[in-house]
């Protein structure tokens, strides 16, 4: 279970609120420039908050009343953003193994990821040579296999076809489902498909959570943002 309260402000919105994420998939919803991210990029340690407490799996990640801050490194959570995050360096094969080596013990070798993935003949490729889609394959593979604590993922499918997206979904769930899975998505199919615990996010704020009474909230207040705009 992971414990997250906190506060962080910007020039142009204060981003706050207080989360319970348990083990199974919870799903951050919102519409743009609500907030979502930055929960993800808290959590990580990528961004630090003004004020606030984070605790998984009985270790605190910060206390700023404390001066507690573990960094990044060491907090163990697998990380999927849009951006791929793949080190350029290495081919598709190298960036894998690299994340397998961080497991004690392995549920999968390398060639099963690969044609789970639809990645085969393509593993002695550069990030750089691949395509949007094939890169978030890889970052999405090597977020979930080290054993982490916790996966979060912002945006995850958004540059996968269909049929890609809900391959890796399926495969998500088998994999992660005694662990939380944060998700960030603006996407309903995602949502419904994964989700079982929902918060609602608007304006930097959390006004919602729940089960899926809480995805009609999210409907009819994207409706009320279209009619506005």
């Known amino acids: 279970m992971i414990f997250l309260s906190f506060k962080k402000s910007f020039k142009n919105i204060t981003i706050e609120g207080k ?25 990580c340690g990528i961004e630090k ?10 270790e605190v990640f910060f206390d700023t009343k404390k001066g507690v801050f573990l960094p990044p490194q060491k907090r163990r959570l697998g990380v999927v953003f849009q951006s ?10 190298e960036n894998i193994e690299f994340a397998l080596k961080k497991a004690k013990e392995p549920q999968f070798t390398v060639e099963e990821l690969l044609e789970k993935f ?16 094939q890169r978030q394959r890889v970052a999405v593979i090597r977020a979930i296999v080290f054993n982490p604590r916790a996966v979060l993922m912002d ?8 049929k890609t997206k809900l391959s890796i979904m399926e495969f998500i769930k088998s994999v ?6 944060i998700i960030v998505t603006h996407d309903l199919f995602e949502a419904l498909y994964l989700g079982q615990k929902f918060f609602l996010m608007d304006n930097g704020k959390k006004v919602k959570e729940g089960g899926k009474e809480v995805l009609k909230e999210y409907v009819d207040l994207e409706k009320i943002k279209k009619f506005l705009s």
């Not at 908050?49 to 009985?58: Q, R, S, T």
């Not at 791929?84 to 094969?93: A, D, S």
């Not at 945006?155 to 269909?162: I, K, Q």
């Not at 992660?176 to 899975?181: A, D, N, S």
């Open 118 to 133: 639809n990645l085969k003949g393509h593993e002695n490729k550069y990030p750089g040579e691949l395509s949007g889609g």
């Open 176 to 181: 992660h489902i005694e662990k939380p899975v």
């Open 155 to 162: 945006e995850p499918f958004s540059s996968l076809d269909f």
């Open 19 to 43: 989360f319970t994420f348990e083990k199974g998939f919870n799903v951050i919803l919102g519409p743009s420039g609500a907030g979502k991210s930055t929960v993800i990029k808290v959590m």
């Open 49 to 58: 908050p003004d004020e606030g407490f984070m605790k998984c799996c009985d």
């Open 84 to 93: 791929h995050n793949l080190f350029p360096h290495m081919t598709v094969r």
